[in-house]
């Protein structure tokens, strides 16, 4: 049976020494779903052990509502920027947390 893959688009920056800019190059790559998913899984178990250490009030403010941007790259890993994955080439994921009632 063929593995299942998911295509990652994704958009590395590029300098240009022509003009003062940075382009923006696209980038495919088909990632084996279960890769995806393991990585995806590591990362929110990390994100449950932060979390719970985490404080639920600031002041007169309760949390209850997070959004969380993270990044995946063509390779399938996943992480914030910095921990990890490979800068310059990422696409993303918005992970919407509410809190239990």
Do not use: H
């Not at 899984?41 to 997070?66: W, Y």
């Not at 990890?84 to 992970?95: E, P, R, T």
Request: proline content about 2%.
């Amino acid at each position: 049976m063929e593995e299942e893959k998911i295509r990652i688009i994704a958009y590395e920056e590029e300098p240009s020494e022509e003009v003062p800019v940075v382009r923006r190059i696209k980038k495919e790559q088909s990632v084996a779903v279960e890769v995806v998913q393991e990585n995806l899984n590591q990362f929110l178990g990390t994100l449950d052990k932060l979390m719970k250490g985490t404080r639920k009030e600031i002041g007169d403010f309760k949390v209850d509502r997070l959004e969380i941007f993270v990044e995946i790259d063509t390779t399938g890993k996943i992480g914030f920027l910095g921990t990890g994955i490979q800068a310059g080439v990422a696409g993303g994921i918005k992970i919407v947390l509410n809190r239990k009632r």
